[in-house]
């Protein structure tokens, strides 16, 4: 206001006033930006920081590809299983059905209640032991002579019949079978790229349902190597415990991968059923 005032002062001195005025102006507006610079530096900094953080995050997420954790390894599923029920894909009309097996209702179910801590161990002890004889990566189940083999597999199969509402007797153990040991080494084989998304009635062929039985666990045994369902909106995992059995529909309902071991060894068994006795395999021998 006393700008435009003095702006009309007419006489000889009005040109140096309004010079005086125009300098006062400026370092007016001069020190009012001192003033803010150092508040405006410090908003860039905070929002480059925070542009960077949620890059950096997003970039983290692109990475590992999670955004649900259905089972975490420190909870214990039991007695009762946790079941997450998917609609079941055309896969299985490919394929002769066998009522009271060939999958209906299609999901997963994560148990930690059939298989307990101690058999696990044992079974990894057997491992250690030579009790199994164990090649490069996998292990042939057929080979493992641990003390409830069949056992822990009738309890399964009685699971995943009783989760999905079939007849235990229609269901058959198929092949592969097998130990899976993995750790962050560099695979050697292509056999050893557990990490691929994959469909289980696609690579197998026979299989109907799909159990693994983790042996180790998830976070002080090793790291990465979380189970992954590759759901359209999202992927949900499911953390390796000991002891944990983990089931599912072989079907593209349930495609999947195992996240790359970062550290650690991870121990595991996949043990699979088919509704075709054309493809059942006998129990894994006992001395
Ligand atoms: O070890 C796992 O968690 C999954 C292995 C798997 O996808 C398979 O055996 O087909
Ligand atoms: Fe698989």
Redesign the pocket.
């Known amino acids: 206001m006393a700008v435009t005032r003095l702006r009309n002062i007419k006489g000889p001195h009005a040109t140096e006033i309004e010079r005086k005025i125009k300098r006062g102006n400026t370092l007016r507006q001069a020190s009012w930006w001192r003033g803010y610079r150092g508040l405006a530096a410090l908003l860039l900094v905070v929002l480059c920081t925070c542009a960077g953080a949620g890059l950096l995050l997003h970039l983290s997420s692109l990475d590992s590809d999670i955004t649900e954790t259905l089972v975490r390894q420190r909870e214990l599923v039991s007695p009762q299983p946790r079941a997450y029920g998917v609609p079941c894909s055309e896969d299985y009309d490919n394929y002769k059905r066998y009522p009271g097996c060939t999958p209906q209702k299609c999901g997963r179910v994560v148990t930690d209640g059939v298989v307990t801590r101690e058999e696990a161990l044992a079974s990894i002890l057997d491992l250690h032991s030579g009790a199994l004889s164990m090649g490069k990566q996998f292990v042939n189940i057929y080979r493992w002579e641990g003390v409830s083999v069949s056992n822990v597999r009738g309890r399964i199969q009685a699971a995943i019949a009783e989760a999905f509402g079939l007849d235990p007797e229609l269901m058959y153990l198929t092949k592969p079978t ?1 130990f ?1 040991r ?1 750790n962050s080494t560099a695979a050697r084989t292509q056999h050893d790229e ?1 990490w691929h998304p ?1 469909i ?1 009635k696609v ?2 062929g026979s299989f109907d349902y ?1 159990s ?1 039985l ?1 042996l180790s666990d998830y976070g002080s045994d090793f790291t990465g190597g979380r ?1 992954i369902f590759m759901d359209h909106n999202a992927n949900r995992t499911v953390e ?1 415990r000991t002891g944990r059995v ?1 089931f599912f529909s072989s079907g593209s309902e349930n495609l ?3 996240e790359k071991v970062t550290w650690g060894t ?1 121990y ?1 068994i ?1 043990v699979s059923f088919t509704c075709d006795p054309e493809h059942a395999i006998s129990d894994p021998a006992l001395p």
């Open positions: 097998f899976s993995i557990y994959h289980d690579t197998y799909t693994l983790y189970f390796p983990s999947h991968r195992v991870r595991a996949t």
